[in-house]
């Protein structure tokens, strides 16, 4: 018997083996089956080469069905985040929220809210109101679809304030959205401009991604019994209008535009004021900017 | 049996088995999945097939080119039509008509009954809470935007009505305010 110290030798001599009697670790032609089984089926053909031979076909024929059936498809889902709607350089699209403008009127959120058919109830974007107390305190309130005068709410006394100012907020459209990592059906999904967006058809409103979302930003639509949220109003910039809440916004507040040029209105605000993400230590590379932020906004 | 037949029982039964498979992912598997992204491409038009409905001034401003001479120079240009006027759906479909066939008449613009503007009411009354939407001074309003305590501000004016809901427009008209 070979001893397990020799086998490194013996592997490393292998080309000198010749056939030796002792039961031998190389793999030289020659035949170590027992004499034995020769017997039945004669010298030529073996029994064991015979089911060497069969093992091999048949892994042979079912590597191959194999690899049939598993190439054709499995190469169409790895080019999808380089495919731009069919176009060599995809576009992608920003958004710039300027809270140092924000009045807090409302009209956007009117404006999204007949755009888009959203119940009531529910919103594809709102307005936050944070109040910096003298004391210490900070609340947040949001502002009323009809704007504080309308909505009849009570002004706070401004000699107990430090600051206060307006948020709005709506999809962050991620870079790597939390939402379409969750969704079991592939209905959320990130368009070649980089907007996500919703499936409604596929969707069978199950809410994980209502749950998965850092920001808060979607909901289930009781009409339509699928996840809704903000689309930048694909439907708009895909016609080169701009999103409702854009467009309705008398101050400015509200930007878009596309990242990828120089020269867009966006790029040339962000390039002039610091600006930031929501959470950004989640990640998630939201393409939603905000300038005039301040810490306590998440 | 010889090991031939049993490689062509094996191949018969990859075959016929691949097959199924292949049968029952073109099933599952919806029309156009995949062809761009891990998604349904065909949502991408169900998506920007919605309707417009925010009109842009442009669109207004088709028809009524007059208000856009009073809006020059105005701090009121950035001041979007609807935000008066309401979104006038049905006004815009009426009008869109007339300018396919000028003999159809537009009804005229529902007076606004003071409730919030929906899709398709067009009011041209308004009051001062339409100004006010925006001007009331309210906390977190930037001190850069022109903000107004109604009461101090009428009563400097002199304003011999303060109650009325159309104070603001003996001196102020919407298109081109003043100050």
Known sequence: MVEPSDELKISKDRSECDGCDTQCACNATHDLSPPDTNLTTGPEISNDADRRNFLKQATTITLGALSLTVLPWSRDNDDGKNVGGGSATPIVYGFLVDTEKCIGAGKCLTACRVENDVPEGYSRTWVERYIHYKDGRVEVDRVPESGYHAAGLVDIDSELIDRSYFVPKLCNHCEDAPCNQVCPVHASFTSPEGVELIDTDSCIGCAYCVQACPYGVRFVNPNTNSADKCTWCYHRITQNEKPACVEACPVDARVFGRLDDPESELNRRLAKVPHHVLREHLGTHPKLHYIGLSGEVN | ?179
């Open chain 2, 1 to 179: 049996m010889s090991a031939t037949r049993h490689l062509q029982i094996l191949a018969l039964l990859l075959l016929l088995g691949g097959g199924a498979a292949l049968q029952l992912r073109n099933m599952l598997v919806p029309a156009t999945f995949g062809e761009i992204g891990t998604y349904r491409a065909a949502a991408l038009g169900t998506n920007a097939a919605h309707p417009l409905t925010f009109p842009s001034d442009a669109r207004c401003l088709k028809c009524h080119e007059d208000v856009q001479e009073e809006r020059v120079e105005s701090l009121h240009t950035v001041v979007r039509c609807v935000h008066c006027h309401g979104f006038g759906a049905e006004h815009i479909t009426q009008a869109t008509a007339v300018e396919v066939d000028s003999s159809v008449t537009i009804a005229s613009a529902q007076d606004w009954d003071h409730h919030f503007p929906t899709k398709v009411d067009l009011f041209i009354t308004y009051d001062r809470a339409t100004c006010l939407a925006c001007h009331q001074a309210t906390v977190g309003m930037p001190d850069s935007f022109l903000q107004i305590n109604v009461a101090e501000h009428l009563e400097d004016q002199g304003a011999e009505d303060v109650e009325d809901v159309n104070v603001c427009f003996e001196c102020h008209t919407g298109h081109s305010p003043g100050l």
